[in-house]
């Protein structure tokens, strides 16, 4: 019988080492990605099943971030927020592990304000910081097809996206801190778009409309979006609800581009509303809920059916 183990890639000469922290549903395919390029990845996360799956892809568990990173040629960041960012960051400048030039690309969907305040606060200790959010999802990261939305000084873009451009299409965003503005304004466009559609497609349902039609119909019209194209058909209308993107981390998200347009002064009224919808549904619903859980939710939860109407278009 063959081996089941897979063997791991050789490490290509020239290829940098990679410290990699953050190996959950988007961090375990973008660091085996990694290495299957080539690169010896290093990689933390709090998760002892994550550093196995890491160890399985043919990367090197580390036993904390400061382990990952002491001698890396670039640290990656793939968590969950701009908190848990800073307090690792602030754990590696304390060890000593991030040195004089070091180069920290934060992929998380972290706050573009702190993000650009952390920047400062490197740039006083020598150490460089690129912000390299991504969409796509979890299929986006296995197949190395993620939009990759980087904000930082060319010269650190240019040396980021040798590695970058194995996860992805690189866009440049602008300064520091402009990938995790526009990372975070696309997603209160595609939670709105997907709460919307959910009611709509309720809504046609209730009527007595089969939903595949609907789509196929929004597909081809000007209410085309993520949500019909992507989330209803592949993960919510067969009923897996499995996209491997938490509700409570687009909420986070929707939050931080509320909080942008708040400290810019721009309007955000139809986003301040949309981010109590899904704040209500993420109350009632588990807190390691898949975010497309929302379109399920919508159905049981909105206006009380009362009954399809009659031929007259009056409801019975
Ligand atoms: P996840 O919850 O699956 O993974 C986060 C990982 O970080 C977990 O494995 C956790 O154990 C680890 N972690 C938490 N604190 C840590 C610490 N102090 N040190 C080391 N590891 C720590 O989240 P995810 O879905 O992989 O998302 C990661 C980031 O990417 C988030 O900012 C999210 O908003 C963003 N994002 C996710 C998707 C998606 O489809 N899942 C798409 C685009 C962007």
Not at 209 to 230: A, C, I, Q, Y
């Amino acid at each position: 019988m063959s081996d089941p183990t897979p063997t791991a890639p050789e490490p290509v000469e020239g290829r940098a080492t990679v410290a990699f922290v953050g190996l959950g549903n988007m961090g375990t395919p973008m660091s085996s990605r990694l290495v299957a390029a080539g690169y010896t990845v290093r990689g933390f996360d709090l998760s002892d099943e994550a550093r196995d799956r890491l160890a399985q892809a043919g990367g090197i568990p580390a036993s904390s971030a400061t382990d990952a990173a002491t001698g890396a040629d670039l640290t990656v960041l793939m968590l969950p927020n701009s908190a848990i960012v800073t307090s690792v960051v602030d754990d590696l400048l304390a060890a000593g592990a991030l040195a004089d030039g070091a180069l920290v690309v934060d992929m998380s969907s972290s706050e573009p304000l702190e993000t650009r305040a952390l920047s400062k606060r490197l740039a006083a200790v020598g150490v460089r910081l690129v912000d390299a959010p991504v969409s796509g999802g979890v299929k986006g990261a296995q197949g190395g097809t993620l939009t990759i939305m980087v904000g930082g000084s060319d010269d650190d873009v240019a040396e980021a996206r040798a590695v970058l451009d194995h996860l992805g299409r690189v866009v440049p965003t602008g300064a520091v801190g402009s990938g995790h503005a526009v990372k975070a304004l696309n997603n209160l466009l595609s939670a709105t778009h997907l709460w919307v559609t959910s009611e709509a497609i309720e809504a046609g349902v209730r009527f007595g409309l089969d939903p595949e039609v609907m789509l196929s119909v929004f597909n081809g019209s000007s209410g085309r979006s993520g949500s019909t194209e992507n989330k209803w058909p592949n993960f919510i209308l067969p009923g897996t609800f499995d996209s491997g993107f938490g509700l409570r981390l687009m909420l986070k998200d929707m939050r931080i581009a509320a909080g942008l347009a708040r400290a810019v002064g721009a309007p955000t009224e139809l986003g301040e509303d949309a981010i109590g919808f899904w704040a209500t549904a993420a109350d009632a619903l588990e807190p390691a809920a898949d975010h497309t859980r929302v379109a399920e939710w919508i159905a049981q939860h909105a206006a009380v059916d009362s009954g399809p109407p009659s031929e007259e278009g009056e409801r019975r």
